[in-house]
Structure formats: structure tokens, C-alpha cells
């Protein structure tokens, strides 16, 4: 069965490093998203990307946050300065057609970042 | 003010016993979803509804888009089943979420 992978499953970083998380969507979709989950909270969304762009973002997503979908098949999130706020889970996903048309969601086992 | 409210927050069952989990929202949606998270963190999507019902084996969703409200129902709860069940509601390709149902089924 397809499957969304990431890359990293943890990683530990300093405050004010660069990070980059990496996922690779399910091959035919054309949707991708990352959404976080800091532990204890709900999930929340932070960037849907289609068609070599973002598509939505939400407040979260600010100028310390960056996507891009640097060749045919993996999609990154940079995250440029890490702040201790930054530790949290980090989920990938991507549909067929976007969630707004309806497009059934597939999760990447999600990546944990510590920012110590 | 949270634009996705489920209930109950914790749950606890004996095997066998029906289950439903409630989830409202205030906004206007394409779609609501009902997703499962693992006790290691994964998210599975269970269910994508945009109007009536949906059932797959012992799950079964409903949805009201007038009454903007969804349940999901689980029939002949198993303790497999333990996990948290998550309402999220999306519109364009932004998704707001539940803070989830922590559900356990004890044998």
C-alpha cells in the first residue's frame, strides 16, 4: 500500500539552527501538506502546497517557515531559526485532490523536533 | 473561540459496549474528517465526509450540515480501538482541528 514517508523520525537541534524536515508523498498526489502537533495539543495546520505553490497558510506559518518541493518527489519544510516554541510533532500529507474538493488525507508517520 | 468542539474529551469503555463521539463546528466546510492517532503519534484518516453517513466495518460516520455536526460511531468496541479520534473540518485547503477523543476499551 503507498505510503507517506518522513525523514527525520526525531531530531534534536539548538535554538537558532536551521532545520529541515523532509517527506515524501504518495506518487500520483498532488497535494501536499504540513501540519504540527506540540505535545499535549491539538494538531494544527501550517502550509498546503499544489502546483509548485502555497496554496493556504495559516497564521502560524510565518517568515521563519518555508516549503518547496525540490524535485519530483520530495517535499520539504525549513524551518530557518529554531525557537524552543518550534518543539513539536511535525506531520506530512498529501491527497489526490485538496482537502477543499473533498481529497482523502494520507499521514506520514510524522517527524519529532526538540529544540533545546 | 475553537471552530471545532468534540465529546467527550476522555472515554472509557468495556469491550462490546457502542461508542459515539461527538464533534461540532462553527464554519462553513468542503469536508469533515474523522482521523485516528495512534498511541506512537500516527495519524490515520478513518473517514471524509461531506454529507450523510459513511460506514467501514465497525465504524460508521454521520454528518449534518445543517445542524453542522458529525458523530462517529463504533460498533462492538474492541480494545484495539484505544486511541485518540480526531474531528477536523477543512475549506479551500486549510483544515482546522478537534483536540481529539481519548478513547480507551478495556477487556
Known amino acids: 500500500e503507498p505510503e507517506v514517508t518522513q525523514t527525520p523520525s526525531h531530531q534534536v537541534t539548538q535554538m537558532g539552527q536551521e532545520v529541515i524536515l523532509r517527506c515524501v508523498p504518495i506518487?500520483?498526489?498532488?497535494?501536499f501538506y504540513w501540519y504540527r502537533q506540540i505535545l499535549g495539543q491539538k494538531v494544527e495546520f501550517l502550509v498546503s502546497?499544489?502546483?509548485?505553490?502555497?496554496?493556504?497558510k495559516s497564521e502560524i506559518f510565518d517568515d521563519q517557515f518555508s516549503v518547496e518541493r525540490p524535485d519530483g518527489s520530495n517535499f520539504t519544510l525549513k524551518i530557518r531559526s529554531t525557537k524552543l516554541e518550534d518543539s513539536a510533532m511535525y506531520f506530512c500529507?498529501?491527497?489526490?485532490?485538496?482537502?477543499?474538493?473533498?481529497?482523502?488525507?494520507?499521514f506520514g508517520e510524522g517527524s519529532r523536533l526538540t529544540v533545546l | 473561540k475553537n471552530e471545532v468542539e468534540q465529546s467527550p474529551q476522555n472515554l472509557t469503555a468495556q469491550e462490546g459496549e457502542f461508542i459515539t463521539i461527538n464533534c461540532s463546528y462553527s464554519?462553513?466546510?468542503?469536508?469533515l474528517h474523522w482521523l485516528q492517532q495512534h498511541p506512537g503519534g500516527g495519524i490515520v484518516s478513518l473517514f471524509m465526509?461531506?454529507?450523510g453517513k459513511k460506514k467501514h466495518g465497525r465504524l460508521i460516520a454521520t454528518i449534518n450540515i445543517q445542524e453542522k455536526h458529525s458523530s462517529l460511531h463504533i460498533t462492538a468496541s474492541h480494545p484495539r480501538d484505544s486511541a485518540v479520534y480526531i474531528c477536523?473540518?477543512?475549506?479551500?485547503?486549510?483544515?482546522?482541528f478537534g483536540a481529539g477523543t481519548r478513547l480507551t476499551v478495556k477487556p
Open positions: 500529507a498529501s491527497s489526490e485532490r485538496g482537502t477543499g474538493a473533498t481529497g482523502e488525507l494520507f
Open positions: 506518487s500520483n498526489h498532488l497535494y
Open positions: 502546497f499544489y502546483n509548485n505553490e502555497i496554496s493556504e
Open positions: 464554519v462553513g466546510i468542503s469536508a
Open positions: 465526509l461531506s454529507s
Open positions: 477536523a473540518v477543512s475549506f479551500n485547503n486549510d483544515m482546522r
